[in-house]
């Protein structure tokens, strides 16, 4: 079992990971993984999810994930995510996703296993689970356009200066969904994190589509008239 410690720099896990490695990758034979790796083919596409030498410091950008359990508790509502810094990867099949099995808020700590350890932002992706059992999914992705112009798309926002991976990011977006602000199928703009965007759904396609319809609309509203 890895332990990891916080530390300040972008793209690289800010909570204290308990991980434990799987070396088969058979392991990680799990239905939800076709699913999650189609939709991430599409986000890579659309440029919101990957690696860019000249965005981002050069570190990926974007992550997904999905539960794969029924009926557990907070802190134990187990979920699928991809992997830290995989960004450049065009496919990840079963090499690149790891499975969150529990997490403590309080204590900033996150228990994974899996091929890789998994996405920076997976305590946020807790948070909003253990916030509403109906979520079931979350898309974070990187889209300069419905980030800058979330005011007049109507998109709620997290606070200034909260940063990826931290605990004040995972209370944020708990607030938001506490305060009925952000529901299933909808986006929240994260305004400590640029161009960073969090769309959640009761499935993956509610979260995936609800992204791409607010790109869609960021990109009219900056279109010609």
């Known amino acids: 079992m890895e332990t990891r410690d916080a530390t300040p720099q972008e793209g ?3 909570f204290d990971l308990r991980f434990e490695p799987v070396d088969n990758p058979a392991e990680m034979a799990r239905p939800e993984i076709a699913a999650l790796d189609g939709w991430r083919g599409v986000l890579r596409r ?3 999810i990957g690696r860019d030498s000249a965005r981002y410091g050069g570190f990926g950008f ?6 794969c359990g029924r009926d557990e508790p907070p802190g134990r509502r187990r979920f699928v995510v991809s ?10 099949g079963r090499e690149g996703w790891a499975v969150v099995d529990a997490w403590d808020l309080a204590r900033h700590r996150l228990e ?28 974070h992705a990187h889209a300069p356009a419905p980030w800058r112009l979330h005011e007049p798309l109507g998109l709620p926002a997290t606070p200034d200066g909260i940063g990826y991976g931290t605990d004040e990011m995972a209370a944020a977006v708990q607030r938001l ?6 529901a299933p199928g909808g986006v929240v703009a994260m305004r400590g ?11 993956l396609d509610e979260a995936g589509l609800a992204f791409v319809r607010v790109l869609a609309a960021a990109l009219a509203l900056e279109a010609p008239s």
């Not at 974007?62 to 539960?67: D, E, M, Q, V, Y």
């Not at 992997?83 to 990840?92: E, K, P, Y």
């Not at 969904?177 to 952000?182: A, E, I, N, Q, S």
Request: net charge positive; glycine share 12%; with cysteine.
């Open 112 to 139: 994974a296993r899996g091929p890789v350890p998994p996405s920076s932002e997976s305590l946020t992706h807790a948070a909003l689970y253990d916030a509403d059992a109906s979520l079931r999914a979350v898309v």
């Open 46 to 48: 659309l440029r919101v």
């Open 177 to 182: 969904v506490d305060g009925g602000v952000l």
């Open 12 to 14: 690289v896990i800010r």
């Open 62 to 67: 974007g992550n997904l994930s999905c539960r």
């Open 83 to 92: 992997g830290s810094q995989t960004g450049t990867r065009a496919r990840l």
């Open 193 to 203: 994190h640029e161009d960073g965007l969090l769309a959640v759904g009761r499935t």
